[in-house]
């Protein structure tokens, strides 16, 4: 019964908003159900960010989508 279920599990995903804190680093905000509120909350935001979907099949991950990206790399003017 339990491996049945294992198989019979839905496909679903799930929005993560994430936030550049440096050139090469980048922390997640949070995860979501829906893309309404992280795409209120990337525009927000004086930083880059990036809304991506996830698609998962059960507990296996299906692929990645960057649904928005607002912002601009920020450049150090070097003298």
């Not at 993560?16 to 995860?31: C, H, N, P, S, T």
């Not at 935001?45 to 991950?61: A, H, K, P």
């Not at 990206?69 to 150090?76: A, N, Y």
């Amino acid at each position: 019964m339990f491996y049945e279920t294992l198989n019979t599990m839905a496909k679903w995903k799930q929005y993560e908003l994430w936030v550049q804190m440096a050139e090469d680093k980048w922390e997640i905000v949070g995860q979501f159900p829906n893309a309404e509120l992280p795409t209120a909350m990337a525009k927000a935001r004086s930083n880059r960010t990036r809304l991506i979907e996830v698609q998962y099949d059960g507990s296996r991950l299906l692929g990645q989508e960057l649904v928005l990206e607002i912002g601009t790399v920020r450049e150090e003017e070097h003298k």
